[in-house]
């Protein structure tokens, strides 16, 4: 059965994913081509300037893990919704149990993204000679990248496996908080409700925490 | 007699202004139930209940002796499901659709299933998205046939197929069920498909089963009665005046449920004239249930 949903959900993720591993591979391969202004000159480079154009890279996996866990766990379910569940409901497995198999789908979809990204970010360092004090983290990096995606994956995955009635509930949160804030700038006060809520979700110790922080492929 | 389906007390709420009441159904095992009703009368939604696809508000359901919902998945595994619409996904080529649900039944025959979609000439390598309306349905009665299932389970599934298509569909059914003891639900509003298939039958309206009995007794058992000379009262007949009109002259017309030859007695009994009894085919029948259904008799 697994087999089977697997399938499914490889015929219509396919090109998301294959887009996704071929980007999770030649990010870390460019960071490290283009560090340094291009001139890739090894260890004549200045570790600061290193440092800085590994640094300017994290956002880029940042936003790759976002959108492969976005992307795949929208995809999970589309054509769920368009049968309105029909199909899914009549197989003879409990609710739980299909969730489970699809679930479990997405996230295997996600693994040659990572394992890209983990192949890509050790043939960019093995092929870079390092200035002293440097070194490459190409195991905590695709590590990082596979728990952030699967991280997005699982959220979406849980709206978009919802009902209408439970994506309503997550939408009215969100729209709480816009006109939380709004009332506080029409009272003169200053807006803060929506700031602190996503300081609170991406800080350190926050769900949404291993967004932020260094996503260093080189670091010291 | 067992029954394959069975529901008491059923009710559910499908909207404010629609609901399903107090439904009790009875299948018999190794029958092929014609479930009859016009558009909106809950068909598709006693159909979902069955298949635990939606949970009642109050009542039970027992399906091939199991609890529905709480069993409903292990019902599934004997039960073959052709929804209203098409159900399937759509950028499955034909072959990966009969792979994907195999995936799920024990029972599935192969070779069955390969010999169907050769009679069906079903294009195995398109996508469903691009297969024809008859095409889709024969792909549906296929994976559900193919299952090999003991209760089959059909929500309209002719609807909308061309003449040639909708005897393929049925053929390859009644040769499921010549070979096989299964039961069959068949929903429809096309009433001569049903007539001809069916050997109990079923009739919805706005949420109430207003008739369940077996085919023959449906067809024999309602008449039109032309008779004169009738009291107002009529004390205790031995069939059902659904409605009685003015015909011609002095004449009136009932319609009638449950009629017997000798029951003609009854009319000398209280004085008045028997002048023609007119048979009715299962469509007229239909039409006039439903009609002193939604009009009773003043």
């Not at chain 1, 596979?146 to 991280?151: C, F, G």
């Not at chain 2, 069920?177 to 079923?202: K, M, N, P, Y």
Request: charged share 15%; proline share 6%.
């Amino acid at each position: 059965m697994f087999k089977a949903i697997l399938f499914t959900q490889w015929r219509w993720g396919r090109v998301l994913v294959a887009t996704c591993v071929v980007a999770g591979f030649a990010i870390p391969v460019f960071s490290v081509r283009n560090a340094g202004g291009g001139s890739w000159n090894g260890p004549m480079w200045n570790a600061l300037d290193l440092l800085a154009s590994m640094q300017s890279y994290g956002p880029i996996y940042v936003l790759l893990a976002g959108f492969a866990g976005i992307a795949l766990s929208t995809s999970a379910w589309a054509p769920d919704h368009a049968g309105r569940h029909v199909y899914a409901l009549s197989l003879p497995l409990a609710r739980w149990h299909y969730v489970l198999l699809r679930y479990g789908s997405g996230v295997v979809l996600l693994v040659p993204v990572s394992l890209a990204l983990w192949i890509g970010a050790l043939v960019a360092s093995v092929s870079t000679p390092l200035p002293t004090g440097l070194h490459a983290y190409p195991g905590a990096l695709a590590l990082r990248f596979a728990l952030a995606s699967v991280l997005s994956f699982s959220v979406i995955f849980a709206v978009a496996s919802g009902t209408k009635r439970s994506a309503g509930y997550a939408l009215a949160v969100l729209l709480g908080l816009v006109l939380a804030d709004l009332l506080i700038s029409l009272f003169g006060g200053t807006p803060v409700v929506i700031e602190s809520t996503l300081g609170w979700l991406f800080s350190s110790s926050g769900v949404f925490g291993i967004f932020t922080g260094r996503w260093m492929l080189i670091d010291v | 007699m067992t029954h394959a389906i069975q529901t008491r007390d059923l009710t559910y709420r499908a909207s404010k202004t629609f609901e399903i009441r107090d439904l009790a159904l009875n299948v018999p095992h190794g029958s092929l139930y014609g479930f009859l009703g016009p558009n909106g009368s809950g068909k598709t939604t006693t159909i979902r209940l069955i298949l635990g696809l939606l949970r009642p508000v109050a009542g039970s359901i027992s399906v091939l002796s199991h609890s529905i919902p709480r069993e409903s998945p292990r019902m599934l595994g004997r039960t073959g499901y052709v929804p209203e619409r098409p159900h399937l996904y759509p950028m499955l080529t034909v072959e990966e659709a009969m792979r994907y649900h195999a995936a799920f039944y024990p029972s599935w025959d192969w070779k069955w299933a390969d010999e169907l979609a050769a009679t069906f000439l079903l294009p195995r390598q398109n996508k469903i998205g691009g297969l024809s309306k008859g095409e889709t349905g024969k792909l549906m009665m296929l994976l559900a046939l193919a299952q090999r299932p003991e209760l089959l389970v059909l929500d309209e599934p002719t609807d909308g197929l061309d003449p040639v298509v909708r005897r393929d569909v049925l053929m390859a059914l009644l040769d499921y069920v010549s070979q096989t003891s299964a039961t069959v639900f068949i929903s429809s509003h096309l009433v001569h498909e049903l007539e001809r298939i069916c050997d109990w039958v079923g009739v919805m309206d706005r949420g109430w089963l207003i008739a369940e009995l077996p085919m023959q007794s449906f067809k024999n058992g309602i008449k039109r009665l032309r008779v004169s000379n009738a009291p107002a009262m009529l004390g205790d007949a031995p069939f059902v005046v659904l409605s009685r009109e003015p015909g011609e002259g002095a004449h009136e017309l009932w319609l009638v449920r449950g009629w017997q030859p000798p029951m003609t007695q009854f009319f000398d009994g209280i004085g008045a004239n028997l002048r023609e009894v007119v048979d009715l085919d299962l469509e007229e029948g239909f039409v006039e249930l439903l009609r002193t259904f939604r009009q009773p008799q003043s």
